[in-house]
């Protein structure tokens, strides 16, 4: 899946000379949390999103520090703050360090690029204009649309067969000491395990399968220098069970 496959076309923009009054009406009357900024040539040079109007001196909200670390820090630091919470034009108080991405990156780079700058959007570029951006909720859309939907019933082989086909992609899956069967749509892990930490990894695997509509788990943990054996949580309320 592609970034224009679930960014939003059309992302309205506003000039940097625009005002703080301005920018705030209209992020209320689209219901956004972000425009674009351009400058006077029609190039993309910020972002102003929601966050950017929080620390204002109009809500009280401005950042206070003590004076003996205001003497620590440059004058250049504490004027760009002042204007920040001071400024009235939108080209003083957005963000000017941009993270982009092109329309036709893949999804994982989007959120790649989310992770590794802490931030909630990305302004979206065809060329060097910008067409859109593609935000946190758009991802989430995306993944709901590719969760795996419920489809119908699905004959017990034909799960355990797709279960089976699973674990054997991966290194970490007990293959050798962990059996699988399904009835009628449930699926269980009976077996061995060296590590209580491959239970919710097998389970997964379970759930996702199409068909499969509820897994237990009867593995039990063995310590693999002392041999002590411990049953699953399962099997443990099992036999407390009068």
Same mark, same amino acid.
């Given at each position: %899946?592609?970034?224009?496959?679930? %960014?939003?076309?059309?992302?309205?923009?506003?000039?940097?000379?625009?005002? @703080?009054?301005?920018?705030?009406?209209?992020?209320? #009357?689209?219901?956004?949390?972000?425009?674009?900024?351009?400058?006077?040539?029609?190039?993309?040079?910020?972002?102003?999103?929601?966050?950017?109007?929080?620390?204002?001196?109009?809500?009280?909200?401005?950042?206070?520090?003590?004076?003996?670390?205001?003497?620590?820090?440059?004058?250049?630091?504490?004027?760009?703050?002042?204007a920040?919470?001071?400024?009235?034009?939108?080209?003083?108080?957005?963000?000017?360090?941009?993270?982009? /991405?092109?329309?036709?990156?893949?999804?994982?780079?989007a959120?790649?690029?989310?992770?590794?700058?802490?931030?909630?959007?990305?302004?979206?570029?065809?060329?060097?204009?910008?067409?859109g951006?593609?935000?946190?909720?758009?991802?989430?859309?995306?993944?709901?649309?590719?969760?795996? #939907?419920?489809?119908?019933k699905?004959?017990?082989?034909?799960?355990?067969?797709?279960i089976?086909?699973?674990?054997?992609?991966?290194?970490?899956?007990?293959?050798?000491?962990?059996?699988?069967?399904?009835?009628?749509?449930?699926?269980?892990?009976?077996?061995?395990?060296?590590?209580?930490?491959?239970?919710?990894? @097998? #389970?997964?695997?379970?759930?996702?399968?199409?068909?499969?509509?509820?897994?237990?788990?009867?593995?039990?943990? /063995?310590?693999?220098?002392?041999? /002590?054996?411990?049953?699953?949580?399962?099997?443990?309320g099992?036999?407390? #069970?009068?």
């Amino acid at each position: %899946m592609r970034v224009r496959d679930v %960014m939003t076309y059309g992302a309205i923009g506003l000039p940097d000379t625009a005002t @703080l009054a301005e920018a705030a009406e209209t992020l209320l #009357k689209a219901r956004i949390s972000a425009v674009l900024v351009h400058d006077a040539e029609n190039a993309l040079v910020g972002v102003l999103s929601e966050g950017d109007l929080m620390r204002r001196s109009e809500l009280g909200a401005d950042r206070k520090r003590p004076r003996w670390l205001e003497a620590l820090l440059s004058g250049g630091r504490l004027a760009e703050s002042y204007a920040h919470s001071h400024g009235r034009r939108i080209g003083e108080i957005m963000t000017r360090k941009l993270v982009t /991405i092109s329309e036709d990156a893949e999804l994982s780079v989007a959120v790649d690029l989310m992770l590794r700058y802490g931030v909630k959007r990305l302004p979206v570029l065809r060329g060097e204009a910008a067409v859109g951006i593609i935000s946190r909720a758009d991802l989430l859309k995306a993944l709901v649309a590719s969760l795996p #939907k419920a489809d119908g019933k699905h004959p017990d082989a034909e799960i355990k067969a797709a279960i089976e086909a699973e674990l054997d992609k991966f290194g970490w899956a007990p293959r050798a000491s962990v059996r699988v069967e399904v009835q009628n749509g449930v699926v269980t892990f009976d077996g061995a395990i060296t590590d209580e930490r491959l239970r919710p990894g @097998l #389970k997964v695997i379970a759930e996702n399968t199409p068909g499969a509509t509820e897994v237990h788990d009867r593995m039990c943990w /063995i310590e693999p220098n002392s041999g /002590i054996y411990l049953p699953s949580e399962e099997e443990e309320g099992a036999e407390r #069970k009068p």
